[in-house]
């Protein structure tokens, strides 16, 4: 399994951790009709997530990197309950959550989207924009509320005039605030964050950067990041997972990984990363050819259409189980044992036996 | 990608949810006359006194004393195999009657559409282009008045002022009595073209002009407004930039790259007027005596003449469904997406 | 400080562009809204320079300016824009035909919404190629095959007669520079080119662009927001904040020695693996910067725009900083903001 937790001391599904574990999500893809399926014919679907086990615990901040179909959001979506998956669990404390009253599980667990001007609704004021959770929650008296939320606006460095605003009248950064204060108001446990600064400006994320920093720090959050830059994860993040076509390739924590990547595609990636501290006319080893589609994923390793250290007859045709390199987890058939000699446990497209 | 196979598989499944709306319309349709109050052989005996016996008689023989699900049935039987049945009024069948009728009214329609979209998409064009300019002022005016202003009103003042007050134009009617012409497709411009007869031709054009005009008003207010709203955004998109940027006059650009994207919600707005059209027929023709659809549904309807009621509206219904059609097949033509 | 050597790039003659003093205001309701104060630059042939800066910065203005693409709203009240020795700014739209697409071409951050989604890629890219002059239908058609296929993609034939939405987004770019490229043009202007793509995408756009720069000789001007993308492709990099160049200088330099406080802002706002543990957005100012720059303390004007014009004076060779007239004799401290 992917599992980044493996080598330590902790299970995967630890007191107090926000897990999935083997987690799928697929989806339809949209029309084929009646005939397909009484024609017994299985559905086209786009597999967005495969197989992925991953934990979150208090206290730690765990990057997720990927490019477009990586199923980096998807995952994000899956571990708050937004996508229901198709396959394995999502678990919060060793408790599946689907047995979990909705609404225990969301004080425990709270989302920041990519873009604060759709996140939040025009219409209302960034005062209600926040207590809004506290009155589906049943707490406090109105009043009180209305403490909480100021409280909160002045630990994401928004003042006590921003209450009474309307979104529109905030600039991005503070949008992002706002949603920030939003979902921290239950005083939830764990925070995933879609892209949180993505849309943003450097120097205005780098304010919101330094406050979701701030805040972890404070709260004791767990914290999930979902990002396309590699420059913030290795910045942010204590432990890394790269996916590539729903599955993480590699996994670990950010030093060791971006110390030396193992895995051919965290290395191209690592490449193709625009750095300002780099080179000019460095050579990278680019990436050959586009991103292949999630309804029909390549055989074997998804990656090996791109992959530049491509074994012939292996990478096209197994899927490389993960293992433990060098302190990381990496699903790659260069790390297996010797190429071409083992017998695969796994056919292709299909999930490794456990 | 786009294979002509699935286009066609899309085409008969729009044919059969076009079906499918066409049946549920005729229960409806059916529902409804029977709940308008009055009773059509009443309407046919009119004020004498008749007998309780010879009512009977006569409901029996239009076959309106039996249950409204037996009527229904047989109606929709009849109607399957091409047959309308009876004008209860003169007993003549209704499906030549309606036929007849329709093409006074696609010809009138015809005209109307192709005024409305032709003033409406050049109107809207031009004011797109030039936005803030007076013209703009003008047209957001006037398509605001067009909106605005209630057919029949609009229809009594056409002809009293052309008709009645400069005599430019007859009062009313398709052809006058004294203009003769022979009957080719039933269509009167185009017979009148067909047969070189130049001075049908005129007559039929001056009867037909207003009613055009007073049915292609509003259409034409509401297509120039969406052209206008349409070329406005179309003009902001990247690729007008990027067509400009490679060298391509503005004109060459708005006929090039503005205009084939700019008409994709006008033609839905074309669309969804055919509705307006037929609506406003009704009283365009009913107004100008003009012999259609819409006049022969409205004396229907007071005569409580089930069978020509029904039809006249199963008649609208086809059309509409079938524009509705025509559209989104063109669409596809227009849109090398829909295909995808 | 005279101000033939402004920007101190290179005489006039020389240069491919040169932008002098450009004004640009924008009408609104409100009022005139100033976006670009007394921008200068120049750009040799066959260079490459990088303008960057955030939101609202004017780089995007910069380029439409150049191309004469500017909303209907915006008005260039002073300064000049010279290609090659012409004066674009109130050229009239079919003079500036001639030159859009043959001398001056431009690449979009979003390549698919800058095809027109109902036309083929053949037609689009057939009225670039047919801008040149005496070309035949014919010969045209066999240059864009041509260029479809030196951009690197298999079967232009097939590219030709497809329409954007059958295209990906990497796919779409690589169009747009064969559409910018296939009349000639000796400058290009790419307007965030790799925004919208995927990182190894972005990387195999921006390997294209300096391949073509290195085969065809021509110059790029490149806009970005992306500090790191400027760094690795541009010979020289402006900054850019609230309509002026507060900053101009070879790339590496850029980077290792800034001097203007915002510059040195917005490095220090790069998140990086080496900067891990240590508060990002904090402005370590590697130089004193020079006397009363323009961002001192950023005195702005309604509308954004600094109301006193900065002028650019040279720290190093061709290392340009945006400052206020120093005032004579004042030997007040640098009052940059930490």
Redesign the interface.
Known sequence: MNDMSDKTPRAAQADGDLAVTGLSVSFPVRGGGLLPFLRGKERAAVRAVQDVTLAVRRGEMVGVAG??GSGKSTLARAFVQLQAPTGGRVTLGGQPVSSLDPLAFREQVQMVFQDPYNSLNPRRKVGTIITDSLVVHKRGTPAERRAQALEMLDRVHLTPAHFDRYPHELSGGQRQRVAIARALILNPKFLILDEPTSAL???????V??LI?ELERDLNLGSLFIT?????I???TDRVAVMYMGRIVESGA??TI?ANPLHPYTR??M????????V???T?A??KG??PSNVNLPRGCAFHT?CPRRIPGICDTALPLPQTVEGRTVACHLYNDLPGAAPFAAGPGEEPAA | MSNSHSVLAKIGKRFVNSAFVLLVLTVVVFAAMRAIPGDPVETIVGVEAVSEETLAALRKEMGLDQSYVVQYFTWLGNLLQGDMGQSLQNHEPVLPILLDRLKATAELAFLGVLIGAVVGVAAGTIAGMTRGSFFDTLVMFVTLSGISIPVFWFGTILIVVFSVYFDIFPTGGMISYEVSLTHVTGFKLLDSLLTLNGAAFLNVLSHIVLPAITLSTAPAALIARTTRASVLETINEDYVNAALARGLSFPAVVMRHVMRNAMIPVVTILGLEIGVYLGGSIVTETLFSWPGLGRHLMQAILAHDYPVVQGAIIFYAVIIVFINLIVDISYGIIDPRVHA | MTPGQLNGAMPTGQSLLAIRDLDLFFDTRQGPVQALAGVTLDLAPGESLGIVGETGSGKSMTARAVMGLLPKSGRISGGSIRLKGQELTGLSARALRAIRGRQVAMVFQEAKRALNPVKTIGSQIMEAARARDGVTKAQAWERCLTQLARVGLPDPDRVMRSYSFELSGGMAQRVMIAIATVAGAELIIADEPTAALDVSIQAQILDLLNQLRSDLGTALVMITHDLGVAAENCDRIAVMYLGQIVEIAPADRLFQDPRHPYTCALIAALPSPEQRGRPIGEVRRVAPPPKGYAYADRRLGRGGVNPDKAQMIEVAEGHFVACQQPLPGAQAADGGRE
Do not use: C, F, M
Request: proline share 2%.
């Open positions: 490019e477009s400006d450097v120097s205005v994320q780098a304010k950067i330094d920093q396309h830059d590699l420059n913030l290795g910045y942010l950010v030093e971006w191209a990636l490449e193709a990363t625009p750095s300002h501290k780099s000019r006319g460095k990278r680019l990436l586009e991103i791109r």
